[in-house]
């Protein structure tokens, strides 16, 4: 699986969109890039997914850059509930070779 | 709330019990996951089971023994376990088709305190 690089911690600010980087130069082709978050205490909730086309659901919006080396993952108008650490994960499409976690960004929506 | 339960929430054991975590989903997943993770770090996995047969073993102790009895059910039997074992214990389902609609989905997990 491709290695992420993505920053340690980030504010935004509740009622801003938050916009969470995420660099994944050593993706491969059949590899999906996977965004879960995990809220303290909680177990890792799956967010959004994407292989070369942006994407967009009821909880956020997934930007992949065309050469596919680097995405974001958008929340349009952050909540004090989207405090989380966000994990950008590459995966082999299908299969159950499970996820393999990064350190992840610890988001703080500030009030 | 999740679709995928686990019990108990909570558990203290001591250095010479045996225990079992439970874990259970009813979206028809074949694919079932257990990982661990220490405070302050990433989820780690442990063992894939897959149509009921375990298919990856991430080189875990043999005090950790993990049991499928069917397809929405998962165990992970416990015992001998050392205090730094102490952990929270995720379990996790997925479609196991080959397509790239399978997230896996997550318990709340079991936060394990060994004495």
């Known amino acids: 699986d491709a290695k992420t690089t993505q920053p340690p911690s980030m504010d935004c600010a509740e009622g801003r969109a938050a916009n969470l980087p995420c660099n994944h130069s050593?993706?491969?082709?059949?590899?999906?890039v996977y965004w879960y978050r995990q809220i303290h205490s909680q177990g890792p909730q799956y967010i959004i997914h994407?292989?070369?086309n942006n994407e967009t659901n009821e909880m956020a919006s997934l930007i992949i850059t065309e050469d596919r080396k680097s995405s974001t993952l958008i929340l349009p108008h952050a909540t004090l509930r989207d405090t989380a650490v966000y994990y950008c994960i590459p995966r082999s499409g299908g299969g159950a070779d499970g996820l393999t976690f990064g350190k992840g960004t610890h988001l703080i929506i500030q009030p | 709330d999740t679709e995928v339960t686990q019990t108990p929430k909570h558990l203290v054991m001591g250095m010479t019990n045996k225990k079992s975590l439970k874990c259970e989903q009813h979206m028809g997943h074949r694919a079932m996951y257990w990982y661990k993770q220490k405070a302050k770090k990433p989820p780690e996995l442990m063992f894939v089971?897959?149509?009921?047969?375990?298919?990856i073993n991430e080189s875990v102790p043999s005090r950790f023994s993990p049991e499928c009895p069917n397809s929405s059910l998962l165990n992970l039997h416990l015992h001998a376990l050392q205090p730094e074992d102490s952990a929270l214990y995720l379990c996790a389902s997925s479609q196991e088709f080959s397509s790239y609609n399978s997230p896996l989905h997550f318990g709340n997990g079991t936060r394990l305190t060994v004495t």
């Open positions: 089971y897959s149509y009921e047969k375990l298919s």
């Open positions: 994407g292989l070369k």
């Open positions: 050593t993706i491969s082709g059949n590899e999906y």
